[in-house]
């Protein structure tokens, strides 16, 4: 696969970015394309590894190893070295429906399983992959092939996100009658307004909307089940529904002052602030923009970053982002060991912005929040915080020690709360009828993705919990394929 020295004879190329000063002036994407030739070469160092764990997609240990789509990483790699890019899109789309959101978002736990990288730096594969998938549009390969022949079976999707787009797609493809509903006013879950459009241009999830929307999927948006269409009415309706409503039940904040006004959910922030900018008529209150406030992220994850990029793009007068864990080594460590997908210090297109307009990364780390200050009219004026470390205890156990004098008070005019999701909002799989795990996920097993209701399938982040987008679209196609053998008594899909 590959050059044989490829990995030898060409380094890792790191993909090409507009310049963080340049980007803050707009919302679109900061990635730029690398030029065909610097593509070969980095398709190149892919080398004939005989056992890829690039593509090997397991967890163990809470870690991703490889690709959960199993995306036939080494063959496209090649075919891009050798310049077949149209064979390279085929073998793409065999096993991911959507490699221009995966190629644009996903963290890539293939290439930290990537054999290369065992000594070395890992193959560019989420850059070739994106650079196929928008080559194939740019060229015009990508048209819409509705099936040619309808089984007469209909399936109700609940939820836009990767996991129901992905599940929609392959079931139209094996010929059912596919309808998606959307309590949103776009489709797209998670993608559309979860993630902020210089990260994902919404563009992009327009188009491949439209490209399904042509191949004879349809879609229902501003839809909610429970409130607009009952269970009731979709299972007489349809043969089949597949729940894929996601784990959107945002973690909060138990702590004195968190009533105070100014503190919001990152989500609620990330939703509106996209809404506003794909549509002027969706006003952006004061209270939810952060033009000219001093802004405090609370969770050092993803969407803090993207809130700290929203934020920067509004106007804030500082930024600075709290996170409750140590600063990640620059290597890995020895509990991080290859093919775990490795934990290491990174300064992500957010930081890059943040550190470009005020000067230095907004991150703190080792710190928790410990109460909220307000003035005499409920208004958030400050919050205190403390720092923490790791230690050993007598048991042998790492926990998390308050260091005492380290007390400080930081001056804030707003906090965007961005420390993950409980799960699924219990409400509609309540109104459903569907068993749930200690863990209010829907009881559905892996692989099999059916509920405690006939007919009924669960898949992606409701069934398996906050997640990546790549595991996702694995559920989504898995379960088309056992709803599609639940309709038909045998399957086509793979």
Not at 7 to 29: A, G, T
Not at 327 to 345: M, T
Request: hydrophobic content about 35%.
């Amino acid at each position: 696969m590959g050059k044989l020295t490829g990995f030898l004879d060409y380094d890792r190329k790191k993909p090409k970015e507009r310049s963080p000063r340049d980007r803050l002036r707009d919302w679109k994407e900061y990635q730029l394309g690398w030029s065909e030739e610097t593509l070969k070469e980095q398709g190149a160092r892919c080398m004939d590894c005989s056992t890829p764990y690039c593509h090997i997609g397991v967890e163990f240990n809470q870690s991703s190893f490889g690709c959960p789509l199993h995306n036939l990483i080494p063959e496209w790699n090649d075919l891009v070295y050798r310049g077949q890019w149209k064979d390279a899109l085929e073998r793409l789309l065999k096993t991911n429906n959507f490699p221009e959101w995966t190629g644009r978002v996903c963290p890539a736990p293939c290439e930290g399983s990537c054999t290369v990288a065992l000594n070395g730096s890992a193959v560019a594969i989420k850059n070739i992959e994106k650079s196929i998938i928008d080559k194939g549009f740019e060229e015009g390969w990508i048209v819409p092939l509705p099936p040619e022949k309808r089984t007469g079976r209909q399936v109700a999707i609940i939820g836009s996100g990767p996991a129901g787009l992905a599940a929609a797609d392959q079931l139209n493809k094996a010929g059912h009658w596919v309808t998606v509903f959307e309590r949103e006013d776009r489709i797209g879950g998670l993608l559309m307004y979860g993630i902020p459009n210089m990260k994902l241009e919404k563009t992009s999830v327009d188009r491949r909307v439209s490209l399904l929307r042509q191949e004879g999927i349809m879609f229902q948006v501003n839809m909610e089940v429970g409130k607009d269409i009952t269970m009731n009415e979709l299972q007489e309706k349809y043969d089949a529904v597949i729940v894929c409503t996601g784990a959107t039940k945002q973690r909060d904040i138990v702590m004195d002052g968190r009533e105070a006004k100014g503190i919001h959910f990152a989500m609620d922030y990330l939703t509106l602030s996209t809404k506003h900018l794909l549509d002027s008529s969706v006003a952006l209150p004061d209270e939810m923009s952060a033009k000219g406030k001093n802004v405090i992220v609370i969770g050092g994850g993803d969407t803090g970053a993207d809130c700290v990029a929203t934020a920067v793009r509004q106007g804030c007068k500082s930024i600075v982002q709290f996170g409750k864990h140590p600063k990640l080594p620059s290597k890995r460590s020895g509990n991080n060991p290859w093919p775990e997908q490795p934990n290491v210090f990174e300064l992500s297109y957010a930081y890059k912005e943040a550190k470009a307009e005020f000067g230095a990364d907004p991150r703190q780390y080792a710190i928790l929040t410990q109460r909220f200050i307000t003035d005499e009219k409920g208004r958030l004026v400050a919050l205190e915080t403390l720092e923490v470390e790791k230690v050993t205890d007598e048991e042998g156990n790492i926990v998390t020690r308050e260091i005492p004098g380290t007390e400080k008070i930081w001056p804030v005019d707003m906090v965007l709360i961005a420390i993950g999701f409980e799960g699924p909002e219990r409400e509609i799989l309540d109104h459903m009828g569907l068993q749930c795990t200690y863990r209010g996920t829907v009881k559905a097993k892996y692989g099999q993705y059916t509920t405690n209701i006939d007919g009924v399938f669960a898949a992606g982040d409701v069934r398996r919990g906050q997640s990546l987008i790549v595991w996702a679209i694995n559920e989504g196609r898995e379960a088309a394929r056992e709803c599609d053998r639940y309709l038909m008594g045998a399957t086509v899909l793979s």
